[in-house]
């Protein structure tokens, strides 16, 4: 079955430093990569929608400058949290999907804490 | 727009008695629908996919959910719960841009 990696599961950075998150498909073609941002005991809202080659289209109230997403192959997505700052401390997931009406796969998520 | 309401933020159920987790939808046509789980510090989980080919969906672990048009409704239920079934629980939909709107989740406690 279709798996994705998430890397690291979990990270503890300083204010001010930068993080970034991996998110790969091990076994298929990803065109379409999401990521998602759950703070504690809510639901999943998506961040961004990466299309490879392409550059990623942020939701409403997602700042791009500060949430850096790259989608340069088809297996792999990275997002980096710039300027990290104790606000930013969330569990993230990403999702990939092969093609528009196929399923998609969560990664495991990363769990930020900001110190 | 595509969306979806989950009923109760909290069920707690007894050890192998049955679960029932609601969801209500709202949709312009016919809607695709998905149940994931949610274990702890854990990515989701498919449970379960409604695309319209069958009203009732059975999914893995022994979980199932209807598709009742006239409620808008997609219940998931499982006969029996088990302790390791203790999770959050989200009832998700596709939107129109083909992305995927979660439900505020339901979280289930499995009492012994």
């Known amino acids: 079955g279709a798996v994705v990696s998430q890397h690291p599961s979990w990270v503890i950075c300083k204010s001010g430093t930068s993080v970034k998150i991996e998110c790969r498909s091990l076994?298929?073609?990803?065109?379409?990569m999401f990521w998602y941002r759950q703070f504690p005991k809510q639901s999943l809202m998506l961040m961004a929608t990466s299309n490879e080659g392409s550059k990623a289209t942020y939701e409403q109230g997602v700042e791009k400058d500060k949430f850096l997403i790259n989608h340069a192959s088809l297996t792999l997505s990275t997002l980096t949290v710039t300027s990290a700052h104790p606000e930013d401390s969330s569990f993230y997931i990403c999702?990939?999907?092969?093609?528009?009406?196929?399923?998609?796969?969560f990664g495991s998520g990363t769990r930020l804490t900001v110190v | 727009a595509q969306s979806v309401t989950q009923l109760d933020s909290h069920v707690s159920v007894s050890e192998g008695t049955p679960v029932l987790l609601r969801c209500n939808y709202s949709?312009?046509?016919?809607?695709?629908l998905f149940w994931y789980v949610q274990h702890p510090n854990k990515g989701l989980q498919l449970l379960l996919k409604y695309t319209s080919a069958a009203t009732l969906v059975k999914g893995i672990n022994g979980f199932e959910a209807e598709f009742k048009k006239s409620e808008t409704s997609f219940h998931l239920t499982k006969p029996s719960a088990h302790m390791s079934d203790a999770a959050e629980y989200f009832c998700v939909t596709k939107t129109g841009a083909n992305n995927l709107f979660f439900g505020t989740g339901t979280r289930l406690t499995v009492i012994p």
């Open positions: 999702s990939a999907s092969r093609q528009t009406n196929y399923g998609y796969t």
């Open positions: 949709s312009s046509y016919s809607p695709s």
């Open positions: 076994d298929f073609q990803a065109t379409t």
